[in-house]
């Protein structure tokens, strides 16, 4: 069964710009689109991104949008999150899945959710 991991979380100031990855690794279907999600705390995981499994098409949530990039390499079996002109509400932990998407900004996870990775944004 395949894994996905996420990595590229730090610390970064207002402005600032970091670069995110989900790296598949194992046996896994290239088939379905990927997505982003984050969670803050004390807050419900909420949609982020998703690119489509040819990368033909990018969707995101209207708070990242002309901000965020999202990206994928099948051949590579990595998807990216390229996040510019960070704001500390952006601060959350990061998760990546193949998704199902029901809507425009609304996804369905596939598999489990990994470990996620910690964007940090001060102020």
């Known amino acids: 069964q395949g894994q996905l991991v996420e990595s590229g979380g730090g610390l970064v100031q207002t402005g600032g710009s970091l670069r995110l990855s989900c790296a598949a690794s194992?046996?896994?279907?290239?088939?379905?689109?990927r997505g982003w999600c984050r969670q803050a705390p004390g807050n419900e995981r909420e949609f982020v991104a998703a690119?489509?499994?040819?990368?033909?098409?990018?969707y995101y949530t209207d708070s990242v949008k002309g901000r965020f990039t999202i990206s994928r390499s099948n051949a590579e079996k990595t998807v990216y999150l390229q996040m510019s002109s960070l704001k500390p509400e952006d601060s959350a932990v990061y998760y990546c899945?193949?998704?199902?998407?029901?809507?425009?900004?609304?996804?369905?996870?596939?598999?489990?959710w990994g470990q996620g990775t910690l964007v940090t944004v001060s102020s």
């Open positions: 899945n193949a998704v199902l998407m029901r809507g425009p900004t609304e996804a369905s996870p596939v598999d489990a």
């Open positions: 690119v489509s499994w040819n990368g033909g098409n990018t």
């Open positions: 194992g046996r896994t279907c290239s088939n379905y689109a």
